[in-house]
């Protein structure tokens, strides 16, 4: 046996125990003659005291930091405890030590405030792992995950694997490709998510269905995104949207009860996707904090501003308490909104003073009066400064979100241990891509659009007023998961794909499975995959994924352990008849 005890273990109860531990050496202290040593494995840390009988030992094999050892000794208790550690009231005084394997010197401290670069820490990630946060982390996931396994089991669905050597699957991606030696020239696609078979098992009577799994998107990775990432996707039949929502809303409240220990003893708030673009200027509104978008359109025009005048679109956010700005801070922001992120022309102010007397940086064409009306329709009271952008539609709209979520977060109303989750629900079925002069699906192709707005599907020209069956679930200005009431018949799902610009043929070609599985029973079905690494970082309040994923790559797609991607031998390349295209 390697050890009787954990680095974690013991307390003021075992004083007089004689124990062994094995470990790794966190850190070494000398204190005249005698040795001190800090113990360290998954558990936690146990102080070792070397006496001078171990001297002699010590000479001829020294230990050093991250040495692998065994020892045994008694349980003592410390005469200084260290009230931060849970083992801090005892050390033991070691009577022999082995050591089962020496190391280098490590390239970075193994602590939590570590030394350690990214780019260093990754390519030792072994290391990194070691530290305490980066575990807490993983152990957070495995919990969570373990939370959604529990709820899903005791809900009646069952875990079924799906295939990763696939053909492509259309969730908007591109796919990962892989080169099959035994079918040459031909290739598998990665799946982006395992949306097409969750769907066939729902036609085979697997009514409820999960699976925690990797999906994998060949994305350019701006924003925390791994090309390879998990979800837990879950799929029933016999469903409507509200035994969706409800059965993943109680999940949901069942892994922040395990988790965090909060409970939600209310429903979770619903939002159309309209007030959510209305109010919030995006699909996943941070409902933390108020500071909802205002329109002032009908209030500004015709007032011989040119820049309203001119503008689709005037929008308003009142920024609580911001009335004392001065006018560097107004600069400040106002160069904020400039930025080409933000790709503002600039930006107008309200301040509405604590004596009630307004001032603007338009006083030229607005006087107060009208200025009230602003602050009015804003909800403003004395105190408040008044943000207000104006231009194109979309651009102002998602600038105003971003000033939303900016002014959020300067005013600390954006709490990380506060959780606000909400459905976001009647998304539109389609959005038009401008670039493929096309029209897209906004969820994916297998979404079915609203009963009552079957029949629209007919006409071209009201695609764009076509709501869906589809949702997501938001936390924290974050969306953690969607999904959507599938199209269950051949015939709906072939005009689907027709109005996504796709012949009859190459619909038969890449969907021919699931359009002749739909004609053999399909049920009424529909589903959901939240994103279980995003899902993960906020509960453990950090704003990357990267922090949940034991092996993450770094935002070049490239594992820096492993140095992947990497090229191929020659031979590998002949058997799989490729010729590469050098640069
Ligand atoms: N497959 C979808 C996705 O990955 C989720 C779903 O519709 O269930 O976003």
Same mark, same amino acid.
């Given at each position: 046996m390697?050890?009787?005890?954990?680095?974690?273990e013991?307390?003021?109860?075992?004083?007089?125990?004689?124990?062994?531990?094995?470990?790794?050496?966190? #850190?070494?202290?000398?204190?005249?003659?005698?040795?001190f040593?800090?113990l360290?494995?998954?558990?936690?840390?146990?102080?070792l005291l070397?006496?001078?009988?171990?001297?002699?030992?010590?000479?001829?094999?020294?230990?050093?930091?991250?040495?692998?050892?065994?020892? #045994?000794?008694?349980?003592?208790?410390?005469?200084?405890?260290?009230?931060?550690?849970?083992?801090?009231?005892?050390?033991i005084?070691? #009577?022999?030590?082995?050591?089962?394997?020496?190391?280098?010197?490590?390239?970075?401290?193994?602590?939590?405030?570590?030394?350690?670069?990214?780019e260093?820490?990754?390519?030792?990630?072994?290391?990194?792992?070691?530290?305490?946060?980066?575990?807490?982390?993983?152990?957070?996931?495995?919990?969570?995950?373990?939370?959604?396994?529990?709820?899903?089991?005791?809900?009646?669905?069952?875990?079924?694997?799906?295939?990763?050597?696939?053909?492509?699957t259309?969730?908007?991606?591109?796919?990962?490709?892989?080169?099959?030696?035994?079918?040459?020239n031909?290739?598998?696609?990665?799946?982006?998510?395992?949306?097409?078979?969750?769907?066939?098992?729902?036609?085979?009577?697997?009514?409820?269905?999960?699976?925690?799994?990797?999906?994998?998107r060949?994305?350019?990775?701006?924003?925390?995104?791994?090309?390879?990432f #998990?979800?837990?996707?879950?799929?029933?039949?016999?469903?409507?949207?509200?035994d969706?929502?409800?059965?993943?809303?109680?999940?949901?409240?069942?892994?922040?009860?395990?988790?965090?220990?909060?409970?939600?003893?209310?429903?979770f708030?619903?939002?159309?996707?309209?007030?959510?673009?209305?109010?919030?200027?995006?699909?996943?509104?941070?409902?933390?904090?108020?500071?909802?978008?205002?329109?002032?359109?009908?209030?500004?025009?015709?007032?011989?501003?040119?820049?309203?005048?001119?503008?689709?679109?005037?929008?308003a956010?009142?920024?609580?308490?911001?009335?004392?700005?001065?006018?560097?801070?107004?600069?400040?922001?106002?160069?904020?909104?400039?930025?080409?992120?933000?790709g503002?022309?600039?930006?107008?102010?309200?301040?509405?003073?604590?004596?009630?007397?307004?001032?603007?940086?338009?006083?030229k064409?607005?006087?107060?009066?009208?200025?009230?009306?602003?602050a009015?329709?804003?909800?403003?009271?004395?105190g408040?400064?008044?943000?207000?952008?104006?231009?194109?539609?979309?651009?102002?709209?998602?600038a105003?979100?971003?000033?939303?979520?900016?002014?959020?977060?300067?005013?600390g109303?954006?709490?990380?241990n506060?959780?606000?989750?909400?459905?976001?629900?009647?998304?539109?079925?389609?959005?038009?891509?401008?670039?493929?002069?096309?029209?897209?699906?906004?969820?994916?192709?297998?979404?079915?659009p609203?009963?009552?707005?079957?029949?629209?599907?007919?006409?071209?020209?009201?695609?764009?007023?076509?709501?869906?069956?589809?949702?997501?679930?938001?936390?924290?200005?974050?969306?953690?998961?969607?999904?959507?009431?599938?199209?269950?018949?051949?015939?709906?799902?072939?005009?689907?794909?027709?109005?996504?610009?796709?012949?009859?043929?190459?619909?038969?070609?890449?969907?021919?499975?699931?359009?002749?599985?739909?004609?053999?029973?399909?049920?009424?079905?529909?589903?959901?995959?939240?994103?279980?690494?995003?899902?993960?970082?906020?509960?453990?309040?950090?704003?990357?994924?990267?922090?949940?994923?034991a092996?993450?790559?770094?935002?070049?797609?490239?594992?820096?352990?492993?140095?992947?991607?990497?090229?191929?031998?020659?031979?590998?390349?002949?058997?799989?008849?490729?010729?590469?295209?050098?640069?």
């Amino acid at each position: 046996m390697y050890r009787t005890h954990t680095c974690g273990e013991l307390r003021m109860e075992q004083v007089g125990q004689e124990v062994t531990l094995a470990g790794w050496i966190q #850190t070494v202290r000398k204190f005249g003659s005698i040795n001190f040593f800090d113990l360290r494995d998954r558990y936690g840390i146990t102080q070792l005291l070397f006496g001078e009988n171990l001297n002699p030992k010590l000479d001829a094999q020294p230990l050093g930091r991250e040495f692998v050892v065994q020892v #045994t000794g008694v349980v003592t208790e410390r005469s200084s405890k260290n009230k931060n550690i849970p083992t801090g009231d005892i050390e033991i005084t070691v #009577t022999d030590f082995k050591v089962l394997n020496a190391a280098k010197t490590p390239p970075f401290t193994i602590q939590d405030d570590t030394d350690g670069g990214d780019e260093l820490r990754m390519k030792y990630r072994f290391l990194d792992l070691r530290r305490n946060i980066v575990r807490q982390n993983l152990e957070l996931r495995y919990q969570v995950g373990r939370a959604a396994r529990n709820y899903l089991h005791s809900a009646g669905f069952i875990d079924v694997e799906t295939p990763f050597l696939i053909n492509s699957t259309p969730e908007g991606a591109r796919d990962f490709v892989v080169p099959s030696r035994m079918n040459p020239n031909q290739f598998y696609g990665l799946p982006q998510s395992p949306q097409t078979f969750k769907q066939l098992l729902m036609v085979s009577g697997y009514d409820r269905y999960y699976q925690i799994v990797k999906c994998f998107r060949d994305e350019d990775l701006r924003a925390d995104r791994q090309p390879e990432f #998990t979800q837990i996707d879950c799929e029933m039949s016999f469903v409507e949207q509200e035994d969706i929502l409800s059965t993943f809303e109680h999940m949901l409240k069942h892994i922040f009860m395990e988790i965090k220990g909060i409970e939600f003893t209310e429903a979770f708030p619903r939002m159309t996707w309209a007030e959510a673009m209305e109010f919030y200027g995006n699909d996943k509104p941070d409902i933390r904090f108020e500071m909802k978008l205002v329109n002032l359109n009908d209030t500004v025009k015709a007032k011989g501003f040119k820049v309203f005048d001119d503008a689709e679109l005037v929008v308003a956010v009142n920024a609580k308490g911001c009335s004392e700005y001065t006018r560097k801070q107004l600069d400040e922001l106002t160069e904020w909104v400039k930025r080409p992120q933000i790709g503002m022309s600039g930006l107008v102010y309200v301040k509405y003073n604590t004596d009630g007397s307004l001032k603007s940086s338009v006083d030229k064409f607005f006087d107060e009066e009208q200025l009230k009306l602003w602050a009015q329709q804003c909800k403003a009271e004395p105190g408040d400064l008044i943000l207000v952008l104006a231009g194109k539609e979309e651009r102002t709209r998602k600038a105003a979100s971003e000033l939303r979520l900016e002014m959020g977060e300067r005013l600390g109303l954006r709490n990380k241990n506060e959780f606000k989750p909400l459905w976001v629900v009647d998304f539109p079925l389609f959005e038009y891509a401008e670039e493929e002069n096309r029209w897209v699906a906004r969820h994916h192709p297998f979404t079915s659009p609203k009963p009552e707005h079957i029949s629209l599907m007919d006409d071209p020209s009201q695609y764009g007023n076509i709501l869906a069956n589809a949702y997501d679930i938001v936390l924290n200005g974050t969306e953690v998961g969607g999904g959507s009431i599938r199209i269950f018949q051949r015939d709906l799902q072939q005009k689907m794909f027709a109005a996504l610009g796709m012949s009859k043929e190459e619909a038969e070609r890449k969907f021919g499975f699931l359009l002749g599985a739909f004609e053999y029973g399909a049920p009424p079905h529909g589903g959901i995959a939240f994103g279980f690494d995003r899902l993960c970082s906020l509960l453990g309040g950090s704003e990357s994924i990267r922090d949940f994923i034991a092996f993450p790559k770094n935002n070049s797609g490239r594992d820096v352990m492993l140095d992947a991607p990497s090229e191929i031998d020659q031979a590998q390349l002949n058997e799989l008849r490729i010729s590469l295209v050098k640069e």
